[in-house]
């Protein structure tokens, strides 16, 4: 009886523990909602102006070319004029917000902790800090920078920038950053593709895509595209040895086994990728689904349960996040400049238009990169 009655009251208790947790949780949570804030109409007027792409609150509809204050290098730091900078997939995430997983995960919960947008770009070092050994102004350099839809950005010196190869131009080379540097870890940190292995490309005609086919052929691998119709000969021209037209044909019913599957899109389910990979075939999941799709968690689902399968399986299932880094920029530089790599743009859009080329590149089928030039 006494046990009995001991153990109702820790019921009990706990129960009311549990709840007020509850409640407390609900009212940081709001409190929290409520102060996230950004910098957003408290700022001075800028003494040294730029212009720069600004949203103060979530949505494309905020975006606004704005006069902000022009940066200045910090003694670890180099000033670069920016000339060209490209959209990426990861903008338009930033943009609205979405997964909004991403907004607890410091993002914002309400507005945008960060009010700057863009990440590549191209352009030309107009000063350096005073520990900066490895630039002077005038060098022509490519990289990513928060805040790049701007006309000034401010990277480390040892940090994602690089000296761009004389044989392309500034829009090439932003459109390179990253999407190529995710198409090269993918290939060869996550899918350790060799010389003759048969390597798959789903999504092989946008921005990672056509950067991915390139890089697949100069490691010696059996290149298959796979693109909608339109874009069938822009992927074989890119070198791919097999294309196919997903409209017509599904990949994942072929008799065809491949050791590596870098997958861009995400349309078929893991298990069809199992089907066609070799047995100790590799899955490297880049991405996939647009801006409005799960929009609480996005391609969070997928890659739970690719890490979940994975243990169970001989073939490796896995996902990758891209890393920014200056040794990645320097082999994507010679690969361009020995004509391995050729970046393929598709659209360019002006500065104050950054709103229109984050809009056709949310429709999901963009032909290569779209880019910004910045004059
Ligand atoms: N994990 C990372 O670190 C990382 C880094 C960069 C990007 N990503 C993600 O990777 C994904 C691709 O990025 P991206 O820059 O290449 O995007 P993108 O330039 O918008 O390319 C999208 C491409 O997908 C193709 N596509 C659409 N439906 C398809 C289908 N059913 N089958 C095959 N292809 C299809 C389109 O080709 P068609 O016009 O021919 O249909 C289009 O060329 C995005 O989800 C992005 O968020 C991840």
Same mark, same amino acid.
């Given at each position: 009886?006494?046990?009995?009655?001991?153990?109702?009251?820790?019921?009990?208790?706990?129960?009311?523990?549990?709840?007020?947790?509850?409640?407390?949780?609900?009212?940081?949570?709001?409190?929290? %909602?409520? =102060?996230?804030?950004?910098?957003?109409? &408290?700022?001075?007027?800028?003494?040294?102006?730029?212009?720069?792409?600004?949203?103060?609150?979530?949505?494309?509809?905020?975006?606004?070319?704005?006069?902000?204050?022009?940066?200045?290098?910090?003694?670890?730091?180099?000033?670069?004029?920016?000339?060209?900078?490209?959209?990426?997939?990861?903008?338009? /995430?930033?943009?609205?917000?979405?997964?909004?997983?991403?907004?607890?995960?410091?993002?914002? @919960?309400?507005?945008?902790?960060?009010?700057?947008?863009?990440?590549?770009?191209?352009? #030309?070092?107009?000063?350096?800090?005073?520990?900066?050994?490895?630039?002077?102004?005038?060098?022509?350099?490519?990289?990513? &920078?928060?805040?790049?839809?701007?006309?000034?950005?401010?990277?480390?010196?040892?940090?994602? *920038?690089?000296?761009?190869?004389?044989?392309? #131009?500034?829009?090439?080379?932003?459109?390179? $950053?990253?999407?190529?540097?995710?198409?090269?870890?993918?290939?060869?940190?996550?899918? /350790?593709?060799?010389?003759?292995?048969?390597?798959?490309?789903?999504?092989?005609?946008?921005?990672?895509?056509?950067?991915?086919?390139?890089?697949?052929?100069?490691?010696?691998?059996?290149? #298959?595209?796979?693109?909608? #119709?339109?874009?069938?000969?822009?992927?074989?021209? @890119?070198?791919?040895?097999?294309?196919?037209? %997903?409209?017509?044909?599904?990949?994942?019913?072929?008799?065809?086994?491949?050791?590596?599957?870098?997958?861009? *899109?995400?349309?078929? $389910?893991?298990?069809?990728? =199992? =089907?066609?990979?070799?047995?100790?075939?590799? %899955?490297?999941?880049?991405?996939?689904?647009?801006?409005?799709?799960?929009?609480?968690?996005?391609?969070?689902? &997928?890659?739970?349960?690719? *890490?979940?399968?994975?243990?169970?399986?001989?073939?490796?299932?896995?996902?990758?996040?891209?890393?920014?880094?200056?040794?990645?920029?320097?082999?994507?530089?010679?690969?361009?400049?020995?004509?391995?790599?050729?970046?393929?743009?598709?659209?360019?859009?002006?500065?104050?238009?950054?709103?229109?080329?984050?809009?056709?590149?949310?429709?999901? /089928?963009? &032909?290569?990169?779209?880019?910004?030039?910045?004059?």
């Amino acid at each position: 009886m006494k046990l009995k009655r001991i153990l109702k009251r820790i019921l009990k208790w706990s129960s009311l523990a549990i709840l007020l947790a509850f409640f407390v949780g609900i009212i940081l949570l709001f409190v929290a %909602y409520w =102060r996230s804030t950004n910098d957003c109409g &408290r700022t001075a007027a800028p003494n040294n102006p730029m212009k720069a792409i600004v949203y103060c609150d979530y949505g494309l509809a905020n975006l606004k070319l704005e006069n902000i204050e022009k940066p200045t290098p910090s003694d670890d730091q180099i000033l670069v004029k920016v000339r060209a900078a490209s959209v990426n997939p990861l903008d338009w /995430h930033f943009i609205e917000g979405t997964p909004k997983i991403m907004r607890a995960m410091g993002v914002g @919960l309400r507005k945008p902790k960060d009010t700057r947008l863009g990440v590549d770009f191209a352009g #030309t070092v107009e000063a350096v800090g005073k520990d900066v050994t490895q630039f002077k102004p005038g060098d022509e350099v490519f990289g990513g &920078r928060d805040g790049a839809f701007a006309e000034y950005v401010c990277p480390r010196a040892n940090r994602a *920038v690089a000296i761009k190869p004389a044989n392309i #131009t500034f829009e090439q080379a932003a459109s390179v $950053p990253i999407a190529a540097i995710t198409a090269l870890q993918g290939l060869r940190d996550k899918g /350790h593709v060799q010389p003759g292995q048969t390597v798959l490309i789903n999504g092989a005609s946008g921005g990672v895509g056509t950067f991915a086919v390139q890089i697949a052929k100069s490691f010696g691998a059996d290149v #298959t595209g796979v693109c909608s #119709t339109r874009n069938v000969d822009m992927v074989r021209s @890119l070198g791919a040895d097999h294309v196919i037209d %997903y409209t017509k044909e599904d990949f994942t019913k072929g008799d065809q086994r491949y050791d590596v599957v870098l997958d861009n *899109v995400g349309t078929q $389910p893991l298990s069809g990728f =199992r =089907r066609v990979l070799t047995p100790k075939g590799i %899955y490297v999941m880049i991405g996939g689904g647009g801006p409005n799709d799960s929009q609480w968690i996005g391609p969070f689902g &997928r890659v739970i349960n690719t *890490v979940v399968l994975s243990p169970f399986m001989s073939q490796k299932m896995g996902m990758m996040m891209a890393d920014l880094n200056h040794n990645d920029l320097t082999i994507l530089a010679d690969m361009m400049q020995s004509g391995k790599v050729k970046p393929v743009i598709d659209r360019t859009y002006k500065l104050s238009e950054v709103p229109d080329a984050i809009r056709y590149l949310e429709q999901g /089928h963009a &032909r290569g990169k779209v880019v910004i030039t910045v004059e």
